[in-house]
């Protein structure tokens, strides 16, 4: 019951990482099911219609329900001890962000047992996603169940905004931050302007497959194209979405284990800023066979080419950085210093379809796909397992093993380059995406095996992690404060793990790198700012659970509410909209019950501040 009702930023960070993890495994397995279909030329291991469905679950349970949740776990259980903080701004909205994600995955992944699983591409182009072609429920599992879950994101958005304008320790400037707490910042922001646009995209794709309204159906006057506007305006800065935490990560961690100051630390920050302000500007790149138009297409393909010059910036400060370091080779600077290389030829692909001549050639070719994988496996996978690495002692008071941590990396590493490399070559040989199988003898078979092989050895890699968890889980929670010795920022100075109040006295920032400034003075200690006194804290609540199990009955209900039920007590249930009604009966009443009951929270007194950690 404690884990439904909390409120605490650190055990919510916790389960974001549980249930991310949950979609990560059930993602990767989708991803292993397509390579053994694909292993070999005519194979019949699963359908066209199981394999259309595994792609479309596999992209849009990775984007949308793995690694964006990994990062919101990183965010909540990092972001307020990196900025000195006792919590989020708004605790409350924090646990209503992670529940309506959880049911609003756990909604779209349950059309694998009731109603069919989407088929029609993460993407969802329309006619594609029509009543027309898609005439299942799988499409709307995905409208519905996206709408839910992204309630929780724009929720998570604005509360760290918020937080992080608000809650910094005294003396902490924006040009004090660490870059991990910019790159959140920024992709705060960007989850701001960006997911509205696909809740609206996914309200009116609802409307148009439940209510018959006719936005994108062509043959009633709708249009696709302005699908594939909303959706891009959406899926363009999604990408900056997910890889601006981990150039956050990779920033942190090659300081720490280089013993240097970031290089070029304000350069860091402003190309942060240019690179989430150009994410927004160049969506119609993903278009440029829809039909824009020379000028269009010219435009957006200069647009996008000017994004390498910020990235540009970040990869040669990372170099700098270890230049000339003491570096420490442990997992977490492996991951991070293989994630260099490998995220630069996922950018170097990325100008390649930038050029929009070049586009009409590699569109809808394994090309895309490689590139897209260079860009988010090779780029934000490898910064999250950094990261995980990097801040589980601050998360569980364990620090992960070595040797397992190190056959996790190689496994990993190897394995991903095997696995995608190969799909550039197939890609510029002709390899269409999307397809569920090929004929032989055109050149494909070899590389489409060593790919298959590749992603096999991605998923020992992960069993491995597992294993790691397990194994370290066992042990006694016994990290210090600063396992790597050479931490920089103020979570470093804090128990591990933090205790539930966070800092016991709120610190005073006196310089970048906070805590590393206080050890090159000779201080073992960063300075409070306030004495010892009461510490407010919010009270845990089960109504954020509540409302969200609403929203989850009510998707179910609008989803099924004109179809036919051999029990005609369920029919008369759904038929007459008495499940929708009750389910959103529920979260508004939640939110009602919320409005008019004051809850003040509750104090720990100073004697009672020894023996308050949070059980992880």
Same mark, same amino acid.
């Given at each position: 019951m404690d884990w439904?009702?909390? @409120?605490?930023? /650190? /055990? =919510?960070? =916790?389960?974001?990482? =549980? %249930? !991310?993890? $949950?979609?990560?495994?059930?993602g990767g397995i989708e991803a292993i099911l397509i390579r053994i279909q694909l292993m070999q030329p005519k194979l019949d291991f699963v359908s066209a219609q199981t394999f259309n469905e595994l792609i479309t679950m596999h992209g849009t349970t990775m984007i949308f329900l793995a690694v964006m949740p990994i990062i919101f776990a990183l965010m909540n259980a990092i972001i307020p001890l990196q900025i000195?903080?006792?919590? @989020?701004?708004?605790?409350? $909205? *924090?646990?209503l962000g992670f529940w309506t994600f959880f049911f609003g995955g756990l909604l779209l992944n349950l059309s694998w047992i009731v109603g069919g699983a989407p088929d029609a591409g993460w993407t969802s182009y329309m006619p594609l996603a029509s009543n027309t072609y898609s005439n299942t429920h799988g499409v709307d599992f995905y409208s519905l169940g996206l709408q839910i879950a992204g309630i929780g994101t724009l929720l998570g958005g604005i509360n760290f905004l918020v937080t992080i304008i608000n809650m910094r320790a005294p003396g902490m400037t924006f040009m004090r931050m660490p870059m991990f707490t910019w790159a959140v910042f920024i992709t705060s922001a960007l989850i701001l302007f960006a997911f509205p646009a696909i809740t609206v995209g996914l309200v009116l794709l609802t409307f148009d497959r439940l209510f018959g309204a006719n936005f994108f159906e062509i043959a009633n006057g709708g249009n696709a194209v302005l699908w594939e506007h909303i959706f891009w305006i959406f899926g363009h800065p999604e990408v900056y979405i997910l890889i601006l935490p981990a150039f956050g990560i990779i920033s942190e961690v090659v300081s720490t284990f280089s013993r240097k100051r970031l290089f070029g630390y304000s350069s860091m920050v402003f190309a942060t800023i240019l690179i989430g302000f150009l994410g927004f500007m160049v969506w119609a790149h993903h278009m440029f066979t829809a039909g824009l138009g020379p000028v269009a297409n010219a435009l957006f393909s200069i647009a996008t080419m000017l994004i390498a010059v910020p990235t540009g910036i970040?990869?040669? *400060?990372?170099l700098f950085t270890l230049w000339g370091g003491q570096l420490t080779f442990n997992t977490s600077s492996l991951f991070a210093i293989g994630f260099i290389p490998t995220f630069v030829m996922g950018g170097v692909t990325g100008v390649m379809l930038a050029s929009a001549p070049a586009d009409f050639q590699y569109h809808d070719s394994y090309f895309v796909v490689a590139h897209f994988h260079y860009v988010i496996v090779g780029g934000l996978v490898f910064g999250l397992f950094s990261g995980l690495f990097y801040w589980w002692p601050k998360m569980f008071g364990r620090v992960l093993n070595e040797g397992l941590g /190190?056959?996790?990396?190689?496994?990993f590493f190897i394995g991903f380059? +095997?696995?995608?490399? @190969?799909?550039?070559?197939? !890609?510029? +040989?002709?390899?269409? &995406? &999307?397809?569920?199988?090929?004929?032989? *003898?055109?050149?494909?078979?070899? +590389?489409?095996? =060593?790919?298959?092989?590749? %992603?096999?050895? +991605?998923?020992?890699?992960?069993? @491995?992690?597992?294993i790691n968890i397990a194994v370290t889980a066992a042990k006694p929670k016994n990290a210090p404060n600063d396992p790597w010795v050479d931490g920089r920022t103020l979570e470093w100075t804090i128990p591990s793990p933090a205790p539930e109040y966070n800092f016991k006295q709120t610190p005073l920032v006196r310089g970048l790198d906070a805590y590393w400034k206080e050890k090159m003075a000779g201080n073992k200690e960063v300075p409070a700012a306030e004495p010892v006194g009461s510490i407010h804290m919010p009270s845990p609540s089960i109504i954020p659970f509540m409302m969200s199990v609403g929203l989850f009955i009510a998707g179910f209900g609008f989803m099924f509410a004109k179809d036919e039920f051999a029990n005609g007590f369920v029919g008369m249930l759904f038929n007459n909209y008495i499940v929708a009604i009750l389910g959103l009966v529920i979260t508004f009443g939640g939110m009602f019950l919320r409005s008019v009951f004051d809850d003040h929270g509750w104090h720990i007194e100073p004697e009672e501040l020894e023996d308050k950690g949070v059980k992880a």
């Open positions: 439904l009702t909390t @409120v605490d930023h /650190k /055990k =919510i960070g =916790i389960l974001y990482l =549980i %249930a !991310g993890g $949950l979609f990560f495994l059930i000195g903080a006792r919590d @989020v701004a708004f605790p409350f $909205l *924090n646990s970040k990869i040669f *400060n990372w /190190k056959i996790t990396f190689w496994t380059h +095997m696995t995608f490399f @190969v799909q550039h070559f197939l !890609g510029l +040989m002709g390899m269409p &995406r &999307r397809v569920f199988t090929y004929l032989p *003898n055109q050149g494909f078979d070899t +590389m489409n095996l =060593i790919s298959s092989i590749g %992603a096999f050895l +991605m998923g020992v890699g992960t069993i @491995v992690f597992l």
